[in-house]
């Protein structure tokens, strides 16, 4: 069972920049892929970012160039820095881990972190 707890959300002016971070319960070092992810009022959860134990990452078309995935298996940590931030980002950000040694369909979520971006 892996626990992960978002820090970070809170109220941003467009243009701003806001960093998330999501806390493991445990070791982070053999789960297949850490992310964020995020849902907006009326809209249905999308993936924002992942980092995959192998070193690579992989970001939403909306988000490229402006949000940055970093993961620290040593600090049992993934962040999430976002820049260049607009009101369609506005949403409830949710820290994932997917996969796990023996089994690589197990999903864990945070309980999310609010994320208001105003004009």
């Known amino acids: 069972q892996v626990q992960l707890v978002e820090s970070g959300g809170g109220l941003v002016q467009a243009g701003g920049s806001r960093r998330l971070s999501c806390a493991a319960s445990?070791?982070?070092?053999?789960?297949?892929?850490m992310g964020w992810y995020r849902q907006a009022p009326g809209k249905q959860r999308e993936l924002v970012a992942q980092?995959?134990?192998?070193?690579?990452?992989n970001y939403a078309d909306s988000v490229k160039g402006r949000f940055t995935i970093s993961r620290d298996n040593a600090k049992n940590t993934v962040e999430l820095q976002m820049n260049s931030l607009k009101p369609d980002d506005t949403a409830v950000y949710y820290c994932?881990?997917?996969?796990?040694?023996?089994?690589?369909?197990?999903?864990?979520w945070g309980q999310g972190t609010q994320v208001t971006v105003s004009s």
């Open positions: 980092a995959t134990r192998g070193g690579s990452t």
């Open positions: 445990g070791s982070i070092f053999s789960i297949n892929a």
């Open positions: 994932n881990a997917r996969g796990i040694p023996g089994n690589p369909y197990v999903v864990y």
